[in-house]
């Protein structure tokens, strides 16, 4: 089965990067990067020693309920190019493991789905996940502090 990984949609991140509300109504925090593990979620690769970057509060689903996390999140200050949607593992998931993670339709975690696996066969995980009618989407998540990394979905 053939799979994409999906970062931040242009139009959000472009809103973010011009001082637009976070998930909580705050204005993104502005910082320079030290280069060591600030992942862009646009660009999916990490943000360079000297560049600025921004923190804010991030919610990867179309509404509230119990299961919409919000968490904090990294992006370029300036505008960066979005990552293309590939089969590849992004160049920005350099941890040994990550949670990977199944939502059904309705936005919701699908019960047994999760589980905190090694970095090179997230791919291999989400395919199994895929073959099941109940994932529509899956979340590639910190293992060590569940922040949102990236989305996966059927091709």
Do not use: W
């Given at each position: 089965?053939?799979?994409?990984?999906?970062?931040?949609?242009?139009?959000?991140?472009?809103?973010?990067?011009?001082?637009?509300?976070?998930?909580?109504?705050?204005?993104?925090?502005?910082?320079?990067?030290?280069?060591?593990?600030?992942?862009?979620?646009h660009?999916?690769?990490?943000?360079?020693?000297?560049?600025?970057?921004?923190i804010?509060?991030y919610?990867?689903?179309?509404?509230?309920?119990?299961?919409?996390?919000?968490?904090?999140?990294?992006?370029?200050?300036?505008?960066?190019?979005?990552a293309?949607?590939?089969?590849?593992?992004?160049?920005?998931?350099?941890?040994?493991?990550?949670?990977?993670?199944?939502?059904?339709?309705?936005?919701?975690?699908?019960?047994?789905?999760?589980?905190?696996?090694?970095?090179?066969?997230?791919?291999?995980?989400?395919e199994?996940?895929?073959?099941?009618?109940?994932?529509?989407?899956v979340?590639?998540?910190?293992?060590?502090?569940?922040?949102?990394?990236?989305?996966?979905?059927?091709?």
């Amino acid at each position: 089965m053939a799979i994409q990984f999906k970062a931040l949609p242009r139009e959000q991140v472009r809103k973010l990067q011009r001082g637009g509300p976070d998930a909580y109504g705050q204005t993104p925090e502005q910082r320079i990067s030290d280069g060591d593990g600030m992942p862009c979620r646009h660009c999916l690769k990490n943000i360079a020693a000297g560049d600025a970057y921004l923190i804010l509060a991030y919610r990867p689903f179309p509404e509230l309920q119990p299961y919409a996390e919000t968490g904090p999140i990294f992006l370029h200050a300036e505008e960066c190019e979005r990552a293309a949607e590939t089969e590849l593992l992004p160049e920005v998931l350099e941890s040994p493991d990550y949670i990977v993670r199944g939502y059904g339709n309705d936005d919701r975690i699908v019960y047994g789905s999760g589980g905190v696996i090694p970095t090179d066969a997230i791919a291999a995980r989400a395919e199994t996940l895929f073959e099941r009618d109940d994932i529509a989407y899956v979340h590639v998540r910190s293992a060590r502090n569940n922040c949102y990394q990236c989305r996966i979905e059927r091709a």
